[in-house]
Nanobody
Framework: QVQLVESGGGSVQPGGSLRLSCAAS????????MGWYRQAPGKQRELVAT???????NYAGSVKGRFTISGDNAKNMVGLQMNSLEAEDTAVYYC?????????WGQGTQVTVAS
């Protein structure tokens, strides 16, 4: 089993920045990708960004140029630097860890962007 624990959510004004972090523990050796997804009220969960153990990254079009994902394979950690935040970024952000057998999810952390 894999446990994912997020930290770093909160409230910020439009244009501000936040950084999210996620640490994986447990049986982590077969994780090949970690990332962030988000779910706004009344909407489906959507991809934000992913990072693979080979170093490749993938971003949703809506966050490209504003968000940066970073990973530390040795520490099984992934971070998400969010800049130029917009009201539309308000959501619960979930850390994910992917193996070839299943996906794992953190408990989620709230990000609220409001003036």
């Amino acid at each position: 089993q894999v446990q994912l624990v997020e930290s770093g959510g909160g409230s910020v004004q439009p244009g501000g920045s936040l950084r999210l972090s996620c640490a994986a523990s447990g049986i982590t050796f077969n994780i090949y990708s970690m990332g962030w997804y988000r779910q706004a009220p009344g909407k489906q969960r959507e991809l934000v960004a992913t990072f693979t153990t080979s170093g490749s990254t993938n971003y949703a079009g809506s966050v490209k140029g504003r968000f940066t994902i970073s990973g530390d394979n040795a520490k099984n950690m992934v971070g998400l630097q969010m800049n130029s935040l917009e009201a539309e970024d308000t959501a619960v952000y979930y850390c994910s860890g992917r193996t070839y057998v299943r996906d794992y999810w953190g408990q989620g952390t709230q990000v609220t962007v409001a003036s």
